[in-house]
């Protein structure tokens, strides 16, 4: 017999869901009022404008960023990756990455290497961990970068990116985060942890709009721009400006979403960051702790310390994707099956073929969306 349920959602690390209602209720109200940011001086530009602003001074705030205008803002994190990793490296360099990386990281460091580019990757073991020992190993004389993630999107796994600082920052290393699982979640210091750059999105844990997101620059950090184009300024230079965040942010800005980005961080500050990741890390600790008991299911990670409320598992030798249907059609649930655009951490983990579940739980989640979903599994697993 299927038991009908109502919708349960757990699938946060690909977006948050629901939004908060001042967000929704923000980018409408932008969508109503705001005109083009920094193209004219008319009241409804200037309130584009003003947000903005407002918005980089939050950002630069949170991750003790230099200044707000070290802060540029991009459609997501795939494309702050892509604008840091294509800005900062050339021919002849060396980069130092990991297993852990996701696609957003590891494409563009593949299309280098075609131009000349070296690349080393940190191997993981079997439960995604790195060890930190290794770095010395790759280090050479044309290293200049080490680019890695922050959190595991397919394991949750946490990467002590205080610790690869420090080594970045004593080798005179170019250190750049991709912060995508973590941003909004989880305390980030660029200064004391010695980031280069830190590439974020705005939809996840900061629970903000898709289509916003951006990449915070040390001072002295110089990015080339991946685009060209207007930029409401200097009209006539027949090249990009100089100046930071104009360099880098050719073309309109979302300033609805980012009305909306505005929103959400004025509510993740009314909650309390800290507050937010204990709710979430009680829920997964509790999923987790109940579903490694069911026989015939395997989890992958480790879950020994701090981590992203992500938990990811297969059971027995069925296809992800089967099971991940069947939660969705039989019981109203959403997880994510498959690969996660994560294929070295697959090759690391083993389950290439086989992909794997994950649930990933956001502060709109409860434990009664846990126990249903424990309950689904016990179901599909009998």
Request: hydrophobic share 40%.
């Amino acid at each position: 017999m299927v038991v009908c349920y109502i919708m349960i959602y757990l699938d946060n690390a690909a977006t948050s869901n629901p939004k908060p209602k001042c967000v929704i209720d923000a980018v409408c109200e932008a969508m109503k009022n705001y005109g083009n940011s920094g193209r004219a001086v008319h009241s409804h530009a200037m309130g584009a404008s003003r947000t903005i602003y407002e918005t980089r001074e939050r950002l630069a705030k949170l991750f003790n960023c230099s200044k707000p205008q070290n802060v540029v803002f991009t459609c997501n994190s795939t494309e702050a990756l892509n604008m840091a990793i294509f800005g900062l490296l050339a021919a002849g360099d060396h980069v130092i990455s990991t297993d852990l990386e996701h696609n957003s990281v590891l494409r563009p460091l593949y299309a280098l290497e075609e131009q000349g580019v070296e690349v080393d990757f940190l191997k993981a073991d079997s439960q995604g961990c790195i060890n930190y020992d290794d770095f010395p190993r790759y280090l050479k004389e044309n290293t200049k970068a080490i680019i890695c993630t922050h959190a595991s999107n397919l394991t949750g796994n946490l990467l002590d990116i205080e610790r690869i600082g420090q080594f970045a920052y004593e080798h005179k290393l170019l250190f750049v985060v991709d912060a995508s699982q973590t941003a909004g979640a989880f305390p980030i210091d660029m200064e004391r942890m010695h980031i280069s750059v830190l590439c974020f999105t705005g939809h996840k844990s900061l629970l903000g709009p898709q289509g916003t997101g951006g990449m915070c620059i040390a001072e002295g950090v110089d990015v080339r721009p991946l685009k060209c184009g207007g930029t409401g300024v200097q009209t006539y230079l027949k090249t990009q400006p100089e100046e930071l965040p104009t360099r880098l942010e050719a073309g309109t800005l979302n300033a609805h979403g980012i009305a909306g980005l505005l929103a959400a961080l004025d509510f993740i500050e009314e909650i309390g960051m800290g507050n937010i990741h204990v709710h979430e890390m009680k829920l997964m600790g509790k999923f987790y702790q109940e579903v490694k008991k069911i026989p015939g299911i395997k989890v992958y990670g480790d879950f020994s310390s701090d981590r992203a409320p992500i938990v990811a598992l297969n059971y027995l030798d069925i296809p992800s994707g089967e099971i991940a249907d069947e939660l969705a059609e039989d019981f109203d649930i959403s997880t994510r099956s498959g690969a996660h655009c994560a294929p070295r951490m697959h090759q690391a983990l083993g389950t290439v073929e086989q992909g794997a579940i994950r649930f990933s739980f956001g502060y709109a989640n409860s434990e009664v969306d846990v126990d249903l979903a424990l309950e689904a599994l016990r179901r599909i697993c009998q």
